[in-house]
C-alpha cells in the first residue's frame, strides 16, 4: 500500500500563488507516475498534471499550462505543484494520486487539500 499526504492548500487573493505538497510513504518504489486531480464544487474531478517518477517527464491539462508546475523531490518521495496567478475558478479540493507501474487507473489517492482563490 502507498499513503498520501496533501498539504499546502488554503485562501488566497486571485492573482497570488500556492505550492501543494504530496508526501508519499509505503511501497512508493511500485509508484510510476503522480498526478494532480482538482474537484470543484458541483464538478467532476478533473485531471491537472502529471510526472513520471523515474525521469521526471511532466504533463499538463493544457488549460493550466504556463500557470501551474508540478516537479519532485525523488529523495523526500513528494510531489509538489505550484500554483501561479490563481484565479477564482481554480477554487477546488485538489488531490494527489498515484499510478503504479502497468496499471491504467490511478490506485493511490491523498485525502485532498483545499484551495480557495477569492476575487
Known amino acids: 500500500q502507498v499513503q498520501l499526504v496533501e498539504s499546502g492548500g488554503g485562501l488566497v487573493q486571485a492573482g497570488g500563488s500556492l505550492r501543494l505538497s504530496c508526501a508519499a510513504s509505503?511501497?512508493?518504489?511500485?509508484?510510476?507516475?503522480m498526478g494532480w486531480f482538482r474537484q470543484a464544487p458541483g464538478k467532476e474531478r478533473d485531471f491537472v498534471a502529471r510526472i513520471t517518477w523515474g525521469t521526471g517527464q511532466t504533463y499538463y491539462k493544457d488549460s493550466l499550462k504556463g500557470r501551474f508546475t508540478i516537479s519532485r523531490d525523488s529523495a523526500k518521495n513528494t510531489v509538489f505543484l505550484q500554483m501561479n496567478s490563481l484565479k477564482p475558478e481554480d477554487t477546488a479540493i485538489y488531490y494527489c494520486a498515484g499510478l503504479e507501474v502497468g496499471k491504467t487507473f490511478y490506485d493511490y489517492w491523498g485525502q485532498g487539500t483545499q484551495v480557495t482563490v477569492s476575487s
Open positions: 509505503g511501497r512508493t518504489f511500485s509508484i510510476y507516475t
